[in-house]
């Protein structure tokens, strides 16, 4: 009796190892709609305070982890002292300052985030800016590695 319950055990075992497929999880990663985070695939992220409108943008939606980035950001109102630093949403990878150049009312950049094991890591690109003499903040939450859905 014993041995039997070996066997169904073992048998068991194998059928839940063989159901766990990286590739079938990264898969079902990407369904998942989080309307929170940017979708640089379809188009440039938003987000407002104090009546100033910034634009985040990514030159490759598809960028990926330890490479160079090129960012596009755009602001609706002539602001100053604009930064930018990128760290881990939901985990502890580093504070990344982002250098910024600034024509008018554009600034470009260039980023690199670091890689992370799991296979759903969220960046958090924070931007703080003078408007009318008082400090703002706005921030752009996004899937590192992202490929299309």
Not at 22 to 40: G, K, R, V, Y
Not at 73 to 87: H, P, R, Y
Not at 99 to 121: D, E, P
Not at 122 to 149: E, M
Request: charged letters at 15%.
């Amino acid at each position: 009796m014993q041995k039997k319950w070996c066997v169904v055990n073992l048998l068991i075992l194998l059928l839940l190892l063989t159901a766990c497929d990286n590739q079938q999880a990264e898969s079902d990663l990407l369904t998942i709609q989080d309307p929170s985070l940017c979708n640089f695939h379809a188009s440039p992220c938003k987000q407002s305070v104090a009546n100033v409108t910034v634009e985040l943008d990514l030159d490759d939606p598809f960028a990926t982890s330890e490479e160079n980035i090129n960012i596009t950001m755009k602001f609706s109102q002539d602001v100053e002292n604009v930064q930018m630093t990128v760290a881990g949403r939901d985990m502890f990878m580093g504070v990344i300052p982002v250098a910024l150049k600034q024509q008018g009312r554009t600034l470009t950049g260039q980023l690199i985030y670091g890689s992370c094991s799991s296979n759903y890591m969220v960046w958090r690109a924070t931007v703080t800016f003078d408007y009318q003499d008082v400090a703002r903040q706005v921030w752009f939450d996004f899937l590192a590695d992202s490929t299309p859905s």
